[in-house]
């Protein structure tokens, strides 16, 4: 017990010694969260807008000034011909022009339906997808409110609810996403590496003939990084819950439990990338590409991964952050409890212990 | 009286309230074969850094090659050829790639140094294997064309930082074979190493105790004045008092 | 007497390079044993295959009496390995290191203070200072502390004092005879010839082979050829001189003079003298000399690759 201690305490002095590695340690969950909550957001709080009114009357008057009274569209510019339009985009002062054909309320009288034109910046897709929408559902809101007034008989409408995210807040979604990277990184990334420097410097031939056994020495590097992952998952738990509100409707305990599952498959990982290689520099190219790059893109975290071609949903069932963000997105924002995540975590498991066993087979007790 | 190759007044290098180099005041002439000895952290590495231009004295005056070593660094480097034990060929380049980088380095043009590729594989009779990695062949063969390599672009002075660590003994003579060869040629050669019986070898010879040159003469005068044998006893009599052996 | 360690027949071979072949040698109990040889000779595989990190192809060793291969792990509780870069935690001070070392052996500095006490005494004042910032000479001994820590019956030294100034390397040896003394065997390399005169027994190694075993001043006595010492002011040439001369076997720089032999059995030292005077030397002086390890050590590789170093064949 007095080798373990004695071990762990060593280690510690490596991660505090080394500056750049403890700020990446504690510095990093903090920043990304930080960075994900408030500069990289799917709403969008300010399109600036332009209006080529061809119609002026009343109708087109009103709409205009609904539109503008909603908070979300702020007028940048009014336009006098559809020449102008091209132009106002190009200099990206724009995120979207309306045009309203000539004669507009007196069509709408009329025939009952009448043109509006909304035109968006193609080249951020994602940006004109959802400025489309707004605006469209600020029309409806006009059209319902017009003909209610005119006691029209009002129709059948759906009305979308948002269960368990009612703002469609993308920190929620960013939260779970966030922790299993930062979990990935510091423990498999840090741990391979962590090994990978005894062996290049030399310290490793040092303890392979101190008599510890191989698992004693997977264990005294893997604890370290356990605790330290397992401070980073209430880092981020807490600032998520006291900064941007995300709340944790299950239980706090199982989602602590399950986290630290999913640290114990990414420090298995580590050591098992540690014991497939002798460079740190290595070790670094597998753990950044092999883990964190699929990690982001494959798991579901940014992609929904129904929406990823068949292969590619395949290979998406390997990953293990996959299931894990599963866990959190259930157990934070719909308060799910084990009974319906039992299969998820068994898939950890699973893969937890593959890995642990693969690489102590792995880990020789000889060089080379 | 020679041409002073390097001559330095006073030269110190400071690192907050330590003095690495404290106030050194020597000159080598052309052609001299110049033994630069001291014990771990004398201030040898110091010294060799502010004399090669990679680090910038906190006082005192020096000059390398007739340049001043305050304002004149990149024309020091021009004009001299440096070769130590830790860094000096890719092992994953055969002699010739490695010959025409560095010429490249220095600016010689295509013609030049291929005439030299080729004069320099055939002196070392490594003609054979000018096309084979370095990594496959012997550590006294690269030691060698390392030199060599320092000296590609005609250097008037050529520092060489422990360059016969870890060879045998006959290799280790063959390569200052190389060095009378190339001093017999004009070259200034400034050395530095943990033999004591190379240091016999060189013309002058300067002992570096806690950042102060403690001791500066022909080896055989050296020893006369201190009354030593050998060299090793000499260097032993001179280093052992030192304060700094920590550093 | 007891033996602490015997090999038999040891070899490895990496891809095409045979880093040793049929390596066998004994040092009995309490003998301080020196492997000499230059980079790549395969002293540090043999170092490593001894301290149980590699499997041999071929042969066999014991250590204490046991075999690297099927009691590994006993061997190492009872060995202390000192590999040849330095090998600590860098960003550990001198203490941590120490306490590290021995945490991990299951034992404390305390305990064994009197067997590094000597060594510790010179670290002391240097006890918070981090690894990496000590001088050579200190970061060997801080190593020396480390191997020593848990009370080793035998030490590996694998080139403990390469690139160690002369006089860290002099102080290195006097402890290394003081631990001899108190019964531990050490086995200890090195590419430095004048260490060899302060071993029990040598070893000279070559391209994987030992050339040969004996004591320092046995050695010499394979050295057959008359050697001598010849001196004048122009060092250079009186190299290029004596290689010239028609007999001329060998002529190395050593120290202050240069050492030459002949390729006759029974050379005279005037004839020599006088053939230089007519080269232009007039302060010559050839005196008939004892060979030293060194000048052994080179004479036995020669003989052993004449073939290798074509350049000046």
Known sequence: ?????????????????????????????????????????????????????LSHDVVTKKLTDKIFS???????????????????????????????????????????????????????????????????????????????????????????????????????????GLMAMILMLVSALMTSISITREKETGTMELLLVSSLKPIQIIVG???????????????????????????????????????????????????????ITNSQQVAMMISLAGLLMPTVL??????????????????????????????????????????????????????????????????????? | MAEQVIHTEKLTKRFGNFTAVDEISFSVSAGEIFGFLGANGAGKTTAMKMLTGLLAPSSGSATVAGFDIYRQTEAIKRNIGYMSQRFSLYDDLTARENIRFFGGIYGLDNATI???????????????????????????????????????????????????????????RR????????????????????YMDEAEYCDRVSIMVDGKIAALDTPEELKRTFGSATMNELFIQLARPAKRSGQ | MTQAVTTEGL?????????????????????????????????????????????????????????????????????????????????????????????????????????????????????????????GGMKQKLALCCALVHRPELLLLDEPTTGVDAVSRQEFWQMLGRLKQQGITILVSTPYMDEASLCDRVAFMQDGRIMAIDTPTGITRLFTKPLFAVRALDKHRLINELRAFGY?????????????????????????AAWLKSRGFDDVEVQRIEPGIEDTFMALTESSRPEQEPSDG
């Open chain 1, 221 to 275: 590097k893997v604890v370290p990084y356990l605790l330290l992952s397992f401070v980073n998952v209430l880092t981020v738990v807490g600032l998520a819950f006291f900064v941007f509100g995300v709340p944790c409707r299950g239980s706090l305990a199982l989602l602590l439990a399950e986290s630290l599952l999913f640290i114990m498959t990414a420090l298995s990982l580590g050591i098992f990338i540690s014991s």
């Open chain 2, 114 to 172: 291929r005439e030299k590729c080729d004069r320099m594989l055939h002196v070392l009779d490594l003609v054979k294997e000018g096309n084979t990695r370095l990594s496959a062949l012997p550590l006294g063969w690269k030691q060698k064309l390392a030199f060599s390599v320092a000296l590609l672009h005609e250097p008037k002075l050529v520092f060489l930082d422990e360059p016969t660590g870890g060879v045998d003994p006959v290799t280790r």
């Open chain 1, 1 to 53: 017990m007095k080798r373990f201690i004695g071990f762990v305490r060593k280690e510690f002095f490596h991660i505090m010694r080394d500056r750049r590695t403890a700020a990446i340690l504690f510095g990093m969950p903090v920043l990304q969260l930080l960075l994900f909550g408030f500069a990289i957001r799917n709403e969008i709080s300010e399109v600036r807008t332009g209006i080529l009114d």
């Open chain 1, 298 to 368: 494959l798991s579901g975290f940014i992609f929904p991964v129904a929406s990823m071609p068949l292969p590619l949903q395949a290979i998406s069932n390997i990953i293990p952050a996959r299931w894990y963000l599963v866990i959190v997105r259930a157990i934070m924002l719909k308060g799910a409890g084990i009974a319906v995540l039992w299969k998820e975590t068994l898939v950890l498991m699973f893969m937890s212990l593959l890995f642990m066993t693969a690489s102590v087979r792995k880990f020789s007790e000889r060089l080379q």
């Open chain 3, 11 to 135: 070899s490895k071979r990496f891809g095409k390079l045979e880093a040793l072949r049929q390596i066998t040698f004994s040092v009995p109990e309490a003998e301080l044993f020196g492997l000499i040889g230059a980079d790549g000779a395969g002293k540090t595989t043999l170092f490593r295959i001894l301290a149980t990190l590699l499997l041999p192809d071929n042969g066999k060793a014991s250590l204490l009496g046991l075999d690297t291969v099927a009691s590994y792990r006993q061997i190492r509780t009872r060995i202390g390995y000192m590999p040849g870069r330095f090998s600590l935690y860098q960003d550990l001070s001198v203490e941590e290191n120490l306490d590290f070392f021995a945490t991990v052996f299951g034992t404390t500095v305390k305990e064994n203070h009197e067997l590094i006490r000597e060594i510790y005494d010179q670290l002391e004042p240097f006890r918070k200072r981090r690894a990496g910032q000590l001088s």
């Open chain 2, 175 to 194: 390569f200052w074979d190389l060095i009378y060869q190339a001093a017999a040629n004009g070259v200034t050669v400034f050395v530095t190493t943990h």
């Open chain 1, 70 to 176: 909603s908070g979300t569209f702020v007028a940048s510019a009014v336009l006098n011909s559809g020449k102008e339009i091209g132009k106002a985009f190009a200099s990206g002062k724009m995120n979207e022009v309306i045009v309203f054909e000539p004669g507009f309320a007196g069509k709408l009288q009329r025939d009952g339906t009448a043109q509006m034109q909304v035109i968006t910046d193609g080249s951020d897709p994602n940006v004109s997808r959802i400025v489309t929408g707004y605006t469209e559902s600020v029309v409806r809101d006009f059209l319902r409110e017009k003909s209610n007034a005119a006691g029209a008989p009002v129709g059948v409408e759906a009305v979308p609810v948002m269960k368990f995210n009612p703002a469609l807040k993308s920190v929620y979604l960013f939260v779970p």
């Open chain 3, 248 to 272: 001329a076997s060998s002529a190395y720089a050593f120290g202050n003079a240069v050492h030459y032999t002949d390729l006759r059995l029974s050379p005279e030292p005037q004839e020599l």
